[in-house]
Nanobody, 124 residues
């Protein structure tokens, strides 16, 4: 059973930075994609980024492109989301999710496993 655990959320001022981590375990295949999502109160869940362990490809939504960067540490089965120039509209619960056996990062993949989420609040 694949398990994902997010960490690194918190309170940050506008313009600040924060790095989220997603630690994964239980994979049965050698490659997978991990996606990052967020959901703000009263809004639909938004897919914001993904990264592939097969070819290191990445995907970013327009709302975060140029400000967020996904990276990975294969040895630790951990994926990071570095967030900079944070804005109040980035406030949300952030989730990571994964699907095994997918070769490239792309939007709208059918993710199977989800983490529990971590709160990010951008406020002065």
């Amino acid at each position: 059973q694949v398990q994902l655990v997010e960490s690194g959320g918190g309170l940050v001022q506008p313009g600040g930075s924060l790095t989220l981590s997603c630690e994964a375990s239980g994979f049965t295949l050698d490659y997978y994609v991990i996606g990052w999502f967020r959901q703000a109160p009263g809004k639909e869940r938004e897919e914001i980024s993904s990264i592939s362990t097969y070819d290191d490809s990445t995907y970013y939504a327009e709302s975060v492109k140029g400000r967020f960067t996904a990276s990975r540490d294969n040895e630790r089965y951990t994926v990071y989301l570095q967030m900079s120039d944070l804005k109040p509209e980035d406030t949300a619960v952030y989730y990571c999710a994964t699907v095994e056996g997918t070769v490239g990062a792309a939007p709208d993949l059918e993710y199977v496993y989800w983490g529990q989420g971590t709160q990010v609040t951008v406020s002065s």
